[in-house]
């Protein structure tokens, strides 16, 4: 999270300083005719347009020509403009003693001069006169956002130092971006939690997003053609909106999306998609049609915005406020993006990284959400475990003395390794106890008999009530306590209404390890419990052990 929130902020100081790197130029322009030559034009610059928006030219083949070049004193410097769907663009230079010198690259070329930021940097031609004035000629340009975007001069160092900066800050959202995904993922083998495989596709599209539209999938691949890097920004960006909305859909609780909410969320993610797609298939065919199918696919999202949040505030959701939080600034660069798309807001470097620092934003805020939802996630699987335990507990107890019941005694006693020791207790002439003090006297005879039993034996002995007022006890006949020692710990407790409560045992040892271990070994406890009260009650006796072969 703190690496975050550093990424953000770098990311904050860093795209301002792209847009103000160099000296910037201003430019005119003019469509491109026939028979025009570069000569000419810096010779008679008449006919350029300083004043219209660029956009409003359309797409095609241009002219486009910059101020007069403030004094350049570096060799090496360079010019830099952002990168935009073009077939070729030839740079021209103009000198102080009247030479011209060209440059220039194609889409299929622009890899070897696209820098991070996703910028457009030429060295101008070394010539041993000052350079005074630029024109570019342009062709094939679709126009959608400019035909020059934020040309500037810059020098060698400044771009160096630019460079350095945007790949220290983009390494950083990428290992930040892998971080999430596989801290997620981690978790995700833990909790099953569906929001968590939504949010590591969301941060994979976005990564994948990062990677083409700053221009670094270009550097890494020199031969992709630019044009192609742009179908591959728009697709990403598309799946990243659309991976967004189904992150939503699984953080938020149930209750939110139900109804015709669901279904509307599915249509706009595949409008998304679709859009997206279409877009990246068909470029440049009929252009701005297709940008103005993608950007109107952004808007029915940012339209279905505020139904979430009003269904998640009337559900009175845990997470509204953290998702609102997070996700406020995406939203609101959303915005200013498709804006931009319908000619509503001007084109700038700033705009155009917006998403990558919103992003890094939202990332830092929504690791904060889901360890939130996870948190709570605990808290409700530490109550519902201690609720099973507890009802687990209920289940295995006989609710008048506490003690296990003859399911739960079992249970646990048959598969018990070695020979075990089998106790059966009966409180002698209980029907009497019942006549004489009650029957609600007779439950509290129980209580203390089974309070007496529990007390007499080692704790990891089973003590259980299997009857009216019949007790079992099993213990590990190397631990063995005898028959007569719990006998006199039932006549040392005081009884209710100090009436005198007797008990016969009859015990028994052997193996235990199946059901049908359990019926002998019980049998034989029983005939020395029946014996013992033969011989007048209040007494034990002890069967002689029974044999494996038995």
Request: a neutral charge; hydrophobic letters at 50%.
């Amino acid at each position: 999270m703190i690496g975050a929130l550093a990424l953000a902020f770098g990311l904050a100081v860093a795209a301002p300083a792209i847009a103000v790197t160099g000296t910037p130029l201003s430019v005119c322009v003019r469509p491109a005719l026939p028979g025009q030559t570069a000569a000419a034009l810096f010779a008679e610059p008449t006919g350029f347009d300083c004043a219209t928006p660029q956009t409003r030219f359309g797409g095609g083949d241009f002219w486009i020509l910059s101020q007069r070049l403030p004094t350049i004193d570096d060799d090496d410097a360079t010019v830099r403009i952002g990168s935009t769907w073009v077939n070729r663009v030839t740079l021209f230079v103009l000198y102080a003693d009247g030479s011209i010198r060209r440059t220039g690259f194609t889409s299929r070329t622009a890899g070897r001069l696209l820098g991070l930021g996703a910028v457009i940097v030429q060295p101008l031609p070394r010539h041993d006169a000052t350079p005074v004035r630029l024109l570019w000629h342009v062709e094939g340009a679709a126009n959608l956002r400019g035909l020059i975007l934020g040309p500037a001069i810059a020098s060698y160092d400044q771009r160096n130092t630019t460079e350095i900066l945007l790949a220290a800050l983009y390494g950083g959202f990428g290992g930040m971006a892998i971080a999430l995904i596989v801290y997620n993922l981690a978790l995700w083998g833990a909790l099953r939690q569906a929001f968590q495989p939504a949010y590591c596709l969301l941060v994979l599209c976005l990564l994948a997003y990062a990677l083409t539209s700053s221009g670094a999938l270009g550097q890494m691949l020199p031969g992709l053609d630019n044009n192609d890097r742009q179908r591959l920004n728009a697709l990403f960006l598309a799946g990243s909106a659309a991976a967004a909305l189904l992150f939503a859909r699984t953080f938020f609780e149930r209750d939110v999306f139900v109804g015709w909410l669901r279904p509307a969320s599915t249509i706009v993610m595949a409008t998304l998609l679709f859009a997206g797609l279409v877009w990246a298939a068909f470029a440049p065919w009929h252009f701005h049609m297709l940008d103005t199918l993608l950007a109107s696919a952004y808007l029915t999202l940012l339209g279905l915005i505020p139904v979430v949040l009003y269904r998640a505030w009337r559900a009175r959701s845990n997470f509204l406020w953290l998702f609102a939080l997070a996700w406020s600034v995406p939203i609101a660069v959303a915005a200013l993006r498709v804006a931009n798309a319908f000619e509503l807001l001007a084109w700038s470097i700033w705009l155009d990284n917006s998403t990558i620092l919103s992003m890094a934003l939202e990332s830092m805020l929504s690791s904060l959400a889901i360890a939130y939802r996870i948190r709570l996630l605990s808290v409700e699987r530490d109550t519902a475990r201690e609720q099973e335990i507890a009802a687990r507990l209920l289940a295995d107890t006989e609710p008048l003395t506490g003690l296990l019941n003859r399911r739960a005694f079992l249970a646990r006693a048959i598969g018990r390794p070695g020979d075990q020791m089998l106790l059966i207790a009966d409180v002698d002439h209980f029907k009497r106890v019942n006549e004489k003090i009650g029957h609600d006297g007779g439950d509290e005879v129980l209580r203390v008999v089974a309070r007496a039993l529990r007390n007499a034996v080692p704790p990891n002995a089973l003590v259980a009530r299997i009857g009216g007022e019949e007790f079992a006890i099993l213990l590990d006949a190397t631990n063995a306590i005898a028959p007569d020692a719990v006998l006199d710990r039932l006549r040392s407790q005081r009884m209710p209404f100090d009436i005198v409560v007797t008990a016969s045992i009859g015990a028994c040892t052997g193996p235990l390890l199946h059901e049908k271990d359990w019926k002998l070994l019980y049998n034989c406890a029983d005939r020395a419990l029946f014996a013992a009260k033969a011989a007048g009650r209040d007494r034990a006796r002890e069967a002689p052990p029974v044999s494996i072969a038995a």
